[in-house]
């Protein structure tokens, strides 16, 4: 809508199968997703809107690049999280799933918490892509944003799993995208699954001290293993957006520059739920363990409707579950009933 305000003809879909989107997901490949934005595009020049600029966010944005040497008007493609292997999807499927798929034809396989059936012919064309070649050959403007850790702060089992490393420190869980992920559920390709969290008593970067971190400690089996092998941890934007941050490309370093920002606490969730935006609701897809939300009852499948009293449509963000300790939060649900949830710390 901001967009539209000022002149600027935008077009936002999901692939069929997805979201909102008719059709079924068992019927789609990612070559069928890339002709779908090439038509989509060619709709949007039928209606004097000819597009010049493809945004695309994981699976969504591989297929942006794939797509853009097609279109003739684009001129530049920005992509949130990509991966740069079209194949790098199907980690998250399991091998036992891919033998099924191989054997039967299809099976059904969890993504982003959601029951997908994922047909033999969707396999079979992930791995024939070259996207690489599709990138090198399309000389139009890239920006490229890798939001491995839009959180504050991530440890890889490499460095929090040595002996005694969390022996008398509270934890709890947290159903994310990984790699600091803490946010509303959103995986993308690389997937969501169960982390712990916890708080560090502080943390010392480029001089500066803070204190009350929280941080999400990757499940060692978790898919973004590759970089765990070679990573303590992974500095996220809440650490860093504290800072003048002076970007040196040529010589491959980043510079911490004052003023720093060390008073301002940092966002801690005190309500424990994670959540999936759909038609009905907010679905609960994760209850911390031990959190306020566990402590009420709430479960899995529970559908909110309201929070405070505000629809969920015309809930913008999250910032529902940083509410002051103490305070109560009332959600009323897709059943009729009204909870109240007190805030609390949990990990």
């Not at 068992?26 to 709709?43: K, N, P």
């Not at 918490?113 to 070259?130: I, K, L, M, Q």
Request: aromatic share 6%; net charge neutral; hydrophobic share 45%.
């Amino acid at each position: 809508m901001a967009l539209a305000k000022q002149g600027i003809s935008t077009l936002r879909f999901d692939f069929a199968g997805i979201g909102t989107s008719d059709g079924r997901f068992a019927d789609t490949s990612f070559a069928a997703d890339v002709r779908d934005l090439v038509a989509a595009g060619g709709a949007m020049a039928q209606a004097d809107m000819p597009p010049t600029l493809l945004v695309g966010h994981s699976l969504g944005g591989a297929a942006a690049l794939a797509a853009a040497g097609d279109m003739a008007t684009v001129r530049a493609v920005a992509t949130i999280g990509a991966p740069a292997d079209v194949a790098h999807v199907l980690h998250q499927f399991g091998s036992q799933c891919l033998l099924d798929i191989e054997e039967t034809g299809a099976a059904e396989v969890m993504l982003a918490n959601r029951p997908f059936t994922v047909g033999r012919t969707f396999v079979e064309d992930a791995r024939s892509h070259d996207l690489s070649a599709k990138i090198a050959g399309l000389r139009r403007p890239l920006l490229v944003l890798h939001a491995r850790n839009a959180g504050t702060l991530y440890l890889s089992p490499r460095f929090w799993g040595q002996a005694g490393s969390l022996r008398g420190r509270r934890t709890s869980t947290i159903y994310s995208g990984g790699a600091g992920g803490m946010q509303e559920h959103s995986g993308g390709a690389g997937g969501m699954q169960e982390q712990q969290i916890a708080r560090l008593d502080r943390l010392t970067v480029g001089g500066a001290q803070f204190r009350g971190v929280p941080v999400e400690l990757e499940n060692a089996n978790a898919v973004h293993g590759d970089l765990s092998q070679a990573l303590d941890g992974n500095l996220g934007i809440g650490v860093l957006s504290r800072f003048h941050l002076i970007v040196d490309f040529p010589h491959a370093r980043v510079l911490f520059a004052p003023p720093v920002d060390q008073a301002r606490p940092f966002p801690v969730d005190h309500v424990g739920l994670t959540v999936r935006p759909d038609k009905a609701g907010l679905t609960v897809v994760h209850v911390a363990r031990g959190s306020p939300a566990a402590l009420i009852g709430l479960s899995v499948g529970d559908v909110i409707t309201t929070v405070d009293g505000t629809p969920k449509n015309a809930l913008t963000n999250s910032s529902w579950r940083y509410g002051i300790i103490g305070n109560t939060v009332r959600f009323r649900m897709l059943d009729s009933r009204q909870v109240n949830l007190k805030y609390g710390e949990y990990f």
